[in-house]
Nanobody
Framework: QVAVVQCGGGSAHPGGTMRLSCAFS????????MGWFRQVPGEKREGIALIDDDGNTIYADSVKGRFTISHYNADNKIYLQMDNLKPEDTAMYYC????????????????????WGQGTQVTVSN
């Protein structure tokens, strides 16, 4: 059984920074892919950042160059550093992981990961 706990979130001004974190406890295969997703009410959940078991990353165009995903194997945590925040970044953010690492990218694109955080709200406004 894997438990997922998200931390971070809240409010920021445009141009500000924020860091989200996610801790996975319980047995998690070291060959795991992890990602961050976000969802605005009335819209589909979208993937914004992915890191696979080799450390390769993928970012959505909307956050590329502003957000950074990182993963620390030692404590099974992932982080999302968000810089230069924009009002359109306002959403509920979710972390997730999946152990089918050979299908990492495909499952990320299908929003089909096995373990999900509880979600945390990020609001960017003046």
């Amino acid at each position: 059984q894997v438990a997922v706990v998200q931390c971070g979130g809240g409010s920021a001004h445009p141009g500000g920074t924020m860091r989200l974190s996610c801790a996975f406890s319980g047995y998690l295969d070291p060959r795991v892919c992890m990602g961050w997703f976000r969802q605005v009410p009335g819209e589909k959940r979208e993937g914004i950042a992915l890191i696979d078991d080799d450390g390769n990353t993928i970012y959505a165009d909307s956050v590329k160059g502003r957000f950074t995903i990182s993963h620390y194997n030692a404590d099974n945590k992932i982080y999302l550093q968000m810089d230069n925040l924009k009002p359109e970044d306002t959403a509920m953010y979710y972390c997730a992981a999946d152990t089918e690492f050979i299908y990492c990218k495909e499952k990320y694109e299908r929003i089909d990961f096995g373990f999900w955080g509880q979600g945390t709200q990020v609001t960017v406004s003046n």
